[in-house]
Nanobody, 125 residues
């Protein structure tokens, strides 16, 4: 059974940092396309960052230069380091796993089969 469990969310002031973690079980995250999405109240879930199994990465323009996706193969975990946070980053953040051995970045929620329960990130101004 595949499980993804996010942690690390919280309340932070604008300009601050948070590091989200996604612990995975039931799959080897290093061989899957992994992504982070977020959903603000009243809005659709949107792509934030993704990594292929070959460690190619990409980000939504609004977080480029501030967020970094990474993984620890030994821990079977994926991370999202978020710096210089802004109030507009406030959302529930979700970790997702897509296709095994995918070599292209996937941006749609439809391309991810497995999802965590989400972790709330709130950035105060």
């Amino acid at each position: 059974q595949v499980q993804l469990v996010e942690s690390g969310g919280g309340l932070v002031q604008a300009g601050g940092s948070l590091r989200l973690s996604c612990a995975t079980s039931g799959l080897t995250s290093s061989t899957y396309a992994m992504g982070w999405f977020r959903q603000a109240p009243g809005k659709e879930r949107e792509f934030v960052a993704a990594m292929t199994w070959l460690k190619q990465t990409n980000y939504v323009d609004s977080v480029k230069g501030r967020f970094t996706i990474s993984r620890d193969n030994a821990k079977n975990a994926v991370y999202l380091q978020m710096n210089s946070l802004k109030p507009e980053d406030t959302a529930v953040y979700y970790c997702a796993a897509g296709s095994k051995y995918s070599t292209s970045i996937r941006y749609s929620t439809d391309d991810y089969a497995y999802w965590g329960q989400g972790t709330q990130v709130t950035v105060s101004s």
